[in-house]
């Protein structure tokens, strides 16, 4: 057994959600696809109830409820009905145990919290037959785990700054002679949540005597086929006799081997010098070259010439022409049209500066699919692409989407995200109208770029391609090795066909 536990940070996450991701870690840790896990989480208002107890123990109507903005939801774990919300630690850990050590399992949950009280000056206690920990008549920690397989799930909750009152909408754990305190009113001062959190990891590695780490640092699934194969020299030929770019090489795409050895490659229009200064691309920046009036021509000819049935065009950002290069997308299209008739041509545009006049120029050239990446969360975007803006981004889709285009977005994962920030970013995507959605992995190109937080495993990658389906996207390709161009054609089929999907 590895020494390490990787702590994932979900945030601000729905009970129901944190629930499946839970389900496809545990599953994924059970096939020893993964090591040990910490999920740390906080829910919006919830209620939820465990295996030894029903509804009897709310007390107040389903109206009522309703009205509050709280759900009530069964749970596989042990114990009966409690609240979870905002201000309290909720902690499920994915261990794999060995046989018979269940009971020590919950006796170091409830020690890891136990001295963590006892760093705060607290007095806690256990309660002869009754799992938690406790001060007096008030239980602090409830705990309610479950095991499968020999790999734990559901978890602890410490209440460090919860709104009390709304623990009087239950019968905590079936106790109508006890109460429920938090470490705030214990101590009458407001307290620090990523502090406690903190104090509470650094606690838990020193009783269960394993290292926390942040995140997964080591990502053996990521193995890309080598570029190699006739196919493959055959396009670099062509390319290089066509004067053309390609993101697949420009990017160091993990999928160049892959995409090119059947035949599909993503062109890169505009030059291969970018005005941005993004941290997380590997494309050259500085003064670009005057755009290349022939470029279109070849373009299709090449595109032709390889038999494409899906052509992808993306540029560099161009923000050294007064139109960002609006009008050289154009001719492109148009040039796919005369040569490519028979080719769906998909189009990955920069945001144009925000010049709503060049973007409205390339949505009347009508691709048949409009793709702008938001590539990240919005607080991680003074980081990754500070020369961009998060609801510029969504703007550019929803003007697309309002012209009755295709629309596609997608989203690199391991920057340092929360799991509730995606959903988050998620969530506005579909405000915009976006319809196909991709999730990859990011890679550090060179060491000049943001290193990767952590690497997000294929078990994580299906649960985003869940919670999305269940968004509304109409087709989405989610998982490590995913860029915004991978699979376009059959993706696009899903949103032609839905009942594919």
Same mark, same amino acid.
């Given at each position: 057994?590895?020494?390490?536990?990787?702590?994932?940070?979900?945030?601000?996450?729905?009970?129901?959600?944190?629930?499946r991701l839970m389900d496809h870690l545990a599953a994924a840790r059970r096939r020893d696809e993964i090591g040990d896990l910490l999920l740390l989480v906080q829910h919006?208002?919830?209620?939820?109830?465990?295996?030894?107890?029903?509804?009897?123990?709310?007390?107040?109507?389903?109206?009522?409820?309703?009205?509050?903005?709280?759900?009530?939801?069964?749970?596989?774990?042990?114990?009966?009905?409690?609240?979870?919300?905002?201000?309290?630690?909720?902690?499920?850990?994915?261990?794999?145990?060995?046989?018979?050590?269940?009971?020590?399992?919950?006796?170091?949950?409830?020690?890891?919290?136990?001295?963590?009280?006892?760093?705060?000056?607290?007095?806690?206690?256990?309660?002869?037959?009754?799992?938690?920990?406790?001060?007096?008549?008030e239980k602090i920690a409830a705990i309610g785990v479950a095991a499968r397989g020999g790999v734990t799930t559901h978890g602890l909750a410490l209440n460090i700054d919860?709104?009390?009152?709304?623990?009087?909408?239950?019968?905590?754990?079936?106790?109508?002679?006890?109460?429920?305190?938090?470490?705030?009113?214990?101590?009458?001062?407001?307290?620090?949540?990523?502090?406690?959190?903190?104090?509470?990891?650094?606690?838990?590695?020193?009783?269960?005597?394993?290292?926390?780490?942040?995140?997964?640092?080591?990502?053996?699934?990521?193995?890309?086929?080598?570029?190699?194969?006739?196919?493959?020299?055959?396009?670099?030929?062509?390319?290089?006799?066509?004067?053309?770019?390609?993101?697949?090489?420009?990017?160091?795409?993990?999928?160049?081997?892959?995409?090119?050895?059947?035949?599909?490659?993503?062109?890169?229009?505009?030059?291969?010098?970018?005005?941005?200064?993004?941290?997380?691309?590997?494309?050259?920046?500085?003064?670009?070259?005057?755009?290349?009036?022939?470029?279109?021509?070849?373009?299709?000819?090449?595109?032709?010439?390889?038999?494409?049935?899906?052509?992808?065009?993306?540029?560099?950002?161009?923000?050294?022409?007064?139109?960002?290069?609006?009008?050289?997308?154009?001719?492109?299209?148009?040039?796919?049209?005369?040569?490519?008739?028979?080719?769906?041509?998909?189009?990955?545009?920069?945001?144009?500066?925000? &010049?709503?006049?060049?973007?409205?120029?390339?949505?009347?050239?009508?691709?048949?699919?409009?793709?702008?990446?938001?590539?990240?969360?919005? &607080?991680?975007?003074?980081?990754?692409?500070?020369?961009k803006a998060y609801s510029r981004a969504l703007g550019v889709l929803t003007q697309a989407r309002r012209a009755g285009l295709v629309t596609k977005s997608g989203l690199?994962?391991?920057?340092?995200?929360?799991?509730?920030?995606?959903?988050?970013?998620?969530?506005?995507?579909?405000?915009?109208?976006?319809?196909?959605?991709?999730?990859?992995?990011?890679?550090?190109?060179?060491?000049?770029?943001?290193?990767?937080?952590?690497?997000?495993?294929?078990?994580?990658?299906?649960?985003?391609?869940?919670?999305?389906?269940?968004?509304?996207?109409?087709?989405?390709?989610?998982?490590?090795?995913?860029?915004?161009?991978?699979?376009?054609?059959?993706? &696009?089929?899903?949103?032609?066909?839905?009942?594919?999907?």
């Amino acid at each position: 057994m590895s020494n390490k536990i990787a702590r994932l940070d979900l945030g601000m996450l729905a009970y129901p959600a944190a629930m499946r991701l839970m389900d496809h870690l545990a599953a994924a840790r059970r096939r020893d696809e993964i090591g040990d896990l910490l999920l740390l989480v906080q829910h919006p208002p919830v209620i939820t109830l465990g295996q030894g107890g029903g509804y009897e123990d709310v007390v107040v109507a389903p109206g009522v409820l309703q009205r509050l903005g709280l759900s009530v939801v069964p749970t596989e774990r042990g114990g009966r009905a409690t609240y979870h919300g905002p201000g309290q630690l909720v902690v499920y850990p994915i261990l794999r145990l060995p046989r018979g050590q269940l009971h020590d399992y919950v006796y170091r949950l409830e020690e890891t919290v136990l001295q963590l009280l006892a760093e705060y000056h607290l007095p806690a206690e256990r309660l002869e037959g009754q799992p938690g920990v406790w001060l007096g008549d008030e239980k602090i920690a409830a705990i309610g785990v479950a095991a499968r397989g020999g790999v734990t799930t559901h978890g602890l909750a410490l209440n460090i700054d919860p709104v009390l009152a709304h623990f009087d909408y239950i019968i905590p754990c079936g106790l109508a002679d006890k109460g429920v305190t938090s470490l705030s009113r214990l101590l009458d001062r407001p307290l620090n949540f990523e502090a406690v959190t903190a104090d509470f990891v650094r606690i838990f590695s020193r009783v269960f005597g394993r290292e926390v780490s942040q995140g997964l640092l080591e990502a053996p699934w990521l193995i890309a086929p080598a570029p190699q194969g006739r196919m493959v020299e055959t396009i670099d030929l062509w390319l290089d006799n066509a004067r053309l770019h390609t993101v697949c090489e420009e990017a160091l795409c993990p999928n160049l081997g892959e995409c090119w050895a059947r035949g599909t490659a993503t062109f890169m229009i505009l030059g291969d010098i970018c005005t941005r200064h993004c941290r997380f691309c590997a494309v050259r920046v500085g003064r670009p070259f005057a755009p290349d009036p022939a470029e279109p021509e070849r373009l299709a000819q090449t595109a032709a010439r390889m038999g494409l049935r899906h052509v992808v065009v993306t540029s560099v950002a161009r923000d050294d022409l007064p139109d960002g290069g609006a009008a050289h997308f154009v001719s492109v299209i148009e040039a796919l049209r005369r040569h490519c008739p028979q080719a769906a041509v998909e189009i990955l545009t920069p945001d144009f500066g925000g &010049r709503l006049s060049a973007l409205q120029q390339v949505l009347s050239a009508r691709p048949d699919v409009f793709n702008h990446n938001l590539e990240t969360v919005a &607080r991680l975007y003074p980081l990754v692409q500070p020369r961009k803006a998060y609801s510029r981004a969504l703007g550019v889709l929803t003007q697309a989407r309002r012209a009755g285009l295709v629309t596609k977005s997608g989203l690199m994962l391991g920057l340092g995200e929360q799991r509730s920030e995606v959903l988050a970013a998620l969530r506005d995507l579909r405000r915009a109208g976006c319809e196909i959605l991709t999730l990859g992995q990011y890679l550090q190109p060179t060491p000049r770029h943001l290193p990767v937080a952590e690497y997000i495993h294929p078990a994580e990658f299906a649960w985003y391609e869940e919670e999305a389906k269940s968004l509304g996207f109409k087709a989405v390709a989610a998982g490590p090795l995913v860029r915004s161009s991978y699979h376009a054609a059959e993706v &696009r089929q899903l949103v032609e066909s839905p009942l594919a999907v």
